[in-house]
């Protein structure tokens, strides 16, 4: 059983909960600046890169997730449209949609050295005067160099 709502604006204990699928508790914060389906697509994906949503598991349908969530058709429709552009989640017509089979993310300790590496490049980047296009483009390069 999972838990679904709104957070009105008159407080977080205030919650709607709604029994939905076998997703984790979703909640759309009314007084968070953040807007809804941003607050939505951060919480989907955070599930999907966790491995809590695994590859072919179907996510709710729209009008049900927004019905559940007190949103608007169109801001779930968002939600899952930039999701299927960021290549997380594939939508098909009569299948729903479903979160796409990803590789693993590599582990934060794998990544460790190769972000201090990228650290260290910018900072001297930076240091020598080139600025954020020039660094990106430099990295591009790079990296189309390789075999």
């Not at 977080?12 to 007084?31: C, Q, W």
């Not at 697509?41 to 049900?64: K, S």
């Not at 997380?88 to 990803?102: H, M, N, Q, Y």
């Not at 050295?113 to 990106?136: N, Q």
């Amino acid at each position: 059983m999972v838990r679904c709502g709104t957070v009105p604006a008159f407080g977080a204990a205030d919650r709607v909960a709604i029994d939905v699928t076998d997703l984790p508790a979703l909640t759309v914060a009314a007084t968070d600046p953040t807007p809804p389906y941003e607050q939505l697509r951060r919480q989907l994906v955070a599930l999907i890169q966790d491995g809590v949503l695994v590859g072919g598991q179907r996510l709710p349908p729209l009008r049900q997730l927004a019905s559940d969530l007190g949103l608007a058709v169109g801001t779930v429709g968002r939600t899952y449209r930039e999701l299927e552009a960021a290549g997380l989640v594939e939508s098909r017509r009569g299948r729903g949609t479903r979160v796409a089979d990803i590789p693993p993310a590599t582990s934060a300790e794998e990544a460790a050295p190769l972000r201090r590496a990228a650290e260290e490049f910018v900072r001297r980047a930076v240091a020598s005067g080139a600025e954020r296009p020039a660094i990106v483009a430099a990295v591009r390069q790079a990296l189309d160099g390789l075999p």
